[in-house]
């Protein structure tokens, strides 16, 4: 299973970025897909969840109103549109997928995972 994702780049608050994370060697519709993000010095944290066909999304209240995840099953992959980003969004963004059908924020509930995208805001 490869996850690739990319979009990652320098933005000024206030801007915005698109992450997309591209799905290979697994049933990309029948997995759950996370996104979380790691600042320096701190722990992996979760993002957002979208289910199988869409009909579940969650995010951290941190970003909720802000970001928008979403996924295209017949091009195996999820987005992560990110606006009015801030500087407290500087991290390496990482996608995940799980096997489980429920929604999950917890980081171990995920079975596999990308190399992680750099998004970089300045104040």
């Known amino acids: 299973v490869q996850l690739q994702a990319c979009g990652g780049g320098a933005v000024q608050a206030g801007g915005s970025l698109r992450l997309s994370c591209a799905a290979s060697?697994?049933?990309?519709?029948?997995?759950?897909m996370g996104w979380f993000r790691q600042a320096p010095g701190k722990e992996r944290e979760f993002v957002s969840f979208i289910s199988r066909n869409g009909d579940e999304i969650n995010y951290n209240e941190d970003v909720k109103g802000r970001f928008t995840i979403s996924r295209d099953n017949a091009r195996n992959t999820q987005y992560l549109q990110m606006n009015n980003l801030k500087a407290e969004d500087t991290a390496v963004y990482y996608c995940a997928a799980r096997k489980g059908p429920a929604a999950a924020a917890a980081a171990h509930a995920y079975d596999y995972w990308g190399q992680g995208t750099l998004v970089t805001v300045s104040s």
């Open positions: 060697g697994l049933t990309f519709s029948r997995a759950g």
